[in-house]
């Protein structure tokens, strides 16, 4: 189940046509809980960082924590 869900998050960033390429700087996936970050260059020369922590709880998975910021030029 959280593997599909990871493979499902990669596959809809690569798929974005906002988005030029993708970096994997981090990832990490047990049988309970799993964790990409990831580095995008955007279409427009900015990019955009993001993370996050995700739980199984029941049947469904659950954000616990996400973190997504954008900068271009050195500024946020």
Known sequence: ???????GVKASLTASSNVKD???????????????ECR???IDNSTLYISEYF???GDEIKR?????HRQRNNEL
């Open 55 to 57: 739980t199984i709880f």
């Open 22 to 36: 993708i970096e994997v700087l981090e990832e990490f996936i047990t049988s309970v809980s799993g964790y990409p």
């Open 1 to 7: 189940m959280l593997e599909s869900y990871l493979a």
């Open 40 to 42: 995008l260059l955007m």
């Open 64 to 68: 616990d924590k996400y973190s997504y």
